[in-house]
Every structure is written in C-alpha cells, then in structure tokens.
C-alpha cells in the first residue's frame, strides 16, 4: 500500500510491516495498527521473542525510530522510545 494523507507506513529493518491509521508513535505507550500480509511483519513478530526491536516510519522525508517491545493484543504495539 503507498503511503497517502490517511496511513503512515512502518518499516522494521527495511522491510514493510503495516500501518499506523490514527498516529504514529511519539511517545512511549500503546499504538494501533494494521499489519500486511508479508516478511517484514513476520520478521517483526518473530524477532520480538528475543526482545525488544527498532523500526522506523518517514514522514516529510525524515525518518523517525521508535522501539516496539511487544504486542499486548491483536493489531497493538508497546513502545518504550525511540
């Protein structure tokens, strides 16, 4: 799915994992999204069992790092930073 004005694409390593409907992470807490079907998500996911991961969004060109330490319930993220 490209990015448009609605959805903020999410990427661990450079891989595509889904999307951020509402707000993309800023601070530490829990953030919905939706995940694709494909290897960045389930990389992602599998990755979390060793621990805590970095991913990344771009948003006016930039990217922004945050740090997904688990999933508390189906399409959730924790952040703990960035």
């Given at each position: 799915m490209?990015q448009?004005?609605?959805?903020?694409?999410?990427?661990f390593?450079?891989l595509v994992?889904g999307?951020?409907?509402v707000?993309?992470?800023?601070?530490?807490g829990?953030?919905?999204y939706?995940p694709?079907r494909?290897?960045?998500?389930?990389?992602?996911?599998k990755?979390?069992?060793?621990?805590?991961?970095?991913?990344?969004y771009?948003?006016?060109?930039?990217k922004?790092?945050?740090?997904v330490?688990h999933?508390?319930?189906?399409?959730?993220?924790?952040i703990?930073g960035?």
């Open positions: 490209a448009d004005s609605e959805y903020l694409e999410f990427f390593e450079e994992v999307y951020f409907e707000r993309p992470p800023s601070s530490p829990q953030y919905q939706m694709y494909g290897e960045g998500h389930f990389r992602l996911m990755s979390l069992t060793s621990g805590p991961q970095r991913c990344h771009v948003l006016n060109g930039e922004h790092y945050f740090v330490e999933t508390p319930s189906l399409h959730v993220l924790q703990s960035q």
